[in-house]
């Protein structure tokens, strides 16, 4: 068996504090026999010297499109930047291209150009479809937990990272706060779990609805709630949630809405009132002015927890590092990467390295 090499990247969005791997599981990977080089970064949560601690390798940030060999597999979170045209090697993040999103071709036609391939997190799922590893959890929580913020006045900008015990102690109802109602739609899902549970450390006893719910939406019960998060990450067509002729329903209550989800240019977005999602500098956008209606749609939210998030993700990712192949569970997302490609009438046959 050839040894795994694993190259961790830079993260190249200046907001992405997470990482993949945190140093006390970089350190089992190399006692596992892993290669691991780990790029220097200014903004990761973890310092670079932590992980050289571990055993890893240490490469300038950015380097991995020129320094790390054909068969390293180049591993992240977010975005690649726009450079090299032609991805010669295997990835694995969040590519975001299998849903008709916004970039989706030209990312696939950099692969295809290189002969590389996409290992996409989103897809990496057990025999059932479920995800193997996920933020899904701290993104629902700082869903509802910015909402809520907004909704008493207290959200300020820009936004930074912090610890779960500071925000935690944000939430904490005053005795001035008036009751409101909250609404979380994907209730029972890792984001939906994540925003009822911060809406508990705010007090706050929330609507929750899931596919029995959504299957016959009740709309003006919908419209009837002050603060919504949405936390369903759709796989087919359903008919939206939000609609923009509701936002001008006479008696509108709803005044906070989170898109936890973020599917914006995506024909699966169960929220088409939005065309942009929103940034730490700026998180929220006014879709309506009478009554008001804000919105909070940011697309990374758990790296404003980057450590506890980080840590959450790393575990469940790193047994299935430890057992990287193109069977399995790593399979399958080498095979729905191939889907996308010959959909874009891209696929040229085998990435190389298998």
Known sequence: MTELHLWLRHEARTTERRTPIVPDDARRLVGNGVVLTVEESPQRI???EEYEAAGCRVARA????????????VLGLKELPGEPSGLTHR???FGHAYKGQPGAAE???RFAAGGGALFDLEYLVDDSGRRL???GFWAGYLGAALAVLRHRGRLRAPLTPTTKEELDATLEPAAHDAGFTGLVIGALGRSGRGARAAFATAGVDPTCWDLAETRDLDRPALLGHDVMVNAVLATTPVPPFLREQDLDTPGRRLRTLCDVTCDVGSPLNVLPVYDETTDWDEPVRRLCDEPPLDLIAIDNLPSLLPRESSADFSAALLPHLLDFGVSGAWGRCLERFREASRAHGL???EPHGE
């Open 46 to 48: 973890f310092p670079i």
């Open 62 to 73: 950015g380097s991995w499109a020129t320094a790390a060999p054909r068969d390293a597999v």
């Open 91 to 93: 990835h694995i993040f």
């Open 107 to 109: 990312l696939l036609g």
């Open 133 to 135: 590893a996920a933020f």
């Open 347 to 349: 696929d040229k046959g």
